[in-house]
T-cell receptor, first 115, second 112 residues
Framework: AQSVTQLGSHVSVSEGALVLLRCNYSSSVPPYLFWYVQYPNQGLQLLLKYTSAATLVKGINGFEAEFKKSETSFHLTKPSAHMSDAAEYFCASLYSGAGSYQLTFGKGTKLSVIP | DAMVIQNPRYQVTQFGKPVTLSCSQTLNHNVMYWYQQKSSQAPKLLFHYYDKDFNNEADTPDNFQSRRPNTSFCFLDIRSPGLGDAAMYLC???????????FGDGTRLSIL
């Protein structure tokens, strides 16, 4: 079974500082990987996706993530945090094989940005 | 803009009174999903439709049903809501299985 682990349920950074949100997946076969952002009382918005092409993936709002097979990681980064980045972030994996297409979410990381 | 629309955004119902949540999409996607998200938790998949083919998750309670009368619309019916069913319900679509999912803004359900 797949699983996704997000280290840190809550991360605080200062405005202008580096944002690093950690995600590790467990799968014998590299899955598709996604980062979603959720603002309060809204649905999930796709930030970026990894689908076995380039290992460094650029997304919206200045975010990017790097797929590292050796570390089974897909950490999300942004060089400089903005107040508007405060939200909850979910990492998710999709293993497209053996008829299984379920998106497996991590438990989420709530990002706070301190002025 | 093509999108996923959920109505209503907020729904209040009484304990045991049936309730229906609505989702529509203009993306013409084949797959529609319903998720339940409780406070500070990840979304949990309840079921999905691939075209007209209904796929129920093994641990989805019988109290939850779904209908998809056409490509654009999908409904979530809760036959006898209990207090534990209070949550945000998210609808999502994808062009086909294995493709990124596009989410609506959700319906927050409260049970009195």
């Amino acid at each position: 079974a797949q699983s996704v682990t997000q280290l840190g349920s809550h991360v605080s950074v200062s405005e202008g500082a580096l944002v690093l949100l950690r995600c590790n997946y467990s799968s014998s076969v590299p899955p598709y990987l996604f980062w979603y952002v959720q603002y309060p009382n809204q649905g999930l918005q796709l930030l970026l996706k990894y689908t076995s092409a380039a290992t460094l993936v650029k997304g919206i709002n200045g975010f990017e993530a790097e797929f590292k097979k050796s570390e089974t990681s897909f950490h999300l980064t942004k060089p400089s945090a903005h107040m508007s980045d405060a939200a909850e972030y979910f990492c998710a994996s999709l293993y497209s094989g053996a008829g299984s297409y379920q998106l497996t979410f991590g438990k989420g990381t709530k990002l706070s940005v301190i002025p | 803009d093509a999108m996923v629309i959920q109505n209503p955004r907020y729904q209040v119902t009484q304990f045991g009174k049936p309730v229906t949540l609505s989702c529509s999409q203009t993306l013409n996607h084949n797959v529609m999903y319903w998720y339940q998200q409780k406070s500070s938790q990840a979304p949990k998949l309840l079921f999905h439709y691939y075209d007209k083919d209904f796929n129920n998750e093994a641990d989805t309670p019988d109290n939850f049903q779904s209908r998809r009368p056409n490509t654009s619309f999908c409904f979530l019916d809760i036959r006898s809501p209990g207090l534990g069913d209070a949550a945000m319900y998210l609808c999502a679509t994808s062009r086909t299985r294995g493709q990124p999912q596009h989410f609506g803004d959700g319906t927050r359900l409260s049970i009195l």
